[in-house]
Each structure stands twice: as C-alpha cells, then as structure tokens.
C-alpha cells in the first residue's frame, strides 16, 4: 500500500472524507525523526498521509495513533518501563523503540526507527512487561484499523471521534 490507496481506501469505504484526512508536513516528520530516530519509510508514509486525521478510521480518544499523540504515548512507555527497571524484571526493548499507538495510553506498540523500507509492530504488556510481536509490517498495523472501522460502519457502529471536520 502506498499514500494514494490508503487515501483511495478511507474515502471508498466511508472512513471518511477528503477533508477529513490530514498528514503531517515533511518538516514535522523530521522533527519527529530528531526526536526518535529515522522512521521506517512505511511509518513516514502513513504519518504524511493520516498523521493528524483520518476521518472515522479510530476513536482517538480510545485508539491513540495520531502525531500529536506520539510523546505522550512514549512518555508513558517509558515511564512504565523505567518502574519495570526498578524491579526483578526488565522487558526487552530495543533502543531504537519508538512507540506509535495505544489504547487508552495502555498496551503500547512499537516500530523500530532504524530508517529501514518497514517494521514489525510489537507491543508492551503492561501488566506483565512482556513484549510480543503483533503485526508483522506497519501496513498490517493500519490495516488492522482500517477493516476494524470498515466493520463499525457496516454495522451502523458511529465512532467517535474529535478530529472529523464539520463545516
């Protein structure tokens, strides 16, 4: 999937609207990689395309996905993680860790900014500090919204959400 067909797919499935789609700005992205890492190109692409709003793609007070919502996601990871560190029990998270979504703050995924074509999404137990493989590419990530939101709007299901533009 590329920008195009992940637009195409939001508007022909009723996500949402042309207006309500928003990326982030090359210059936002780059700020993000200074605070991260270098993104996976698959990531960067996502946030140029949805960054800042995708119509009816999440609930964004429940699923935490957009930009805006990135520090406040890895500052609570870390938090978690530096509590884990006081203990017996470290979970295993690479440096290059940069977490990306979460539900209700909790459970966060991550991708690996190394710069690389893709990633893997793994996610942060919370309860236990365990960490599991749970996407195999941010595509299937997004993906995973994108049939979840499909699904809503086939059962009648209005989700909530902040950031749709209203005229």
């Known amino acids: 999937m590329d920008g195009t067909a992940l637009t195409g797919r939001l508007i022909a499935s009723g996500i949402a609207k042309p207006e309500d789609i928003e990326g982030c700005a090359p210059d936002e992205i780059a700020m993000l990689e200074n605070r991260f890492g270098p993104l996976p190109h698959s990531y960067k692409i996502i946030l140029a395309t949805i960054g800042h709003r995708a119509g009816h793609l ?39 860790a940069m977490f990306i979504g979460a539900h209700y703050g909790a459970n966060p995924v991550f991708i690996l900014a190394d710069g690389g074509k893709d990633s893997p999404v793994w996610q942060l137990d919370y309860s236990t500090g365990r960490v599991s493989q749970v996407h195999t590419s941010v595509w299937d990530w997004i993906e995973t919204y994108i049939v979840a939101a499909e699904k809503a709007l086939a059962d009648g299901v209005k989700v909530r959400n902040a950031r749709v533009w209203i005229p």
Do not use: C, M, T
């Open 58 to 96: 999440v609930d964004d007070h429940a699923h935490w996905i957009y930009a805006d919502q990135l520090p406040r996601i890895n500052k609570q990871a870390l938090n978690v993680l530096d509590e884990y560190a006081e203990g017996e029990f470290d979970p295993d998270i690479p440096e290059s």
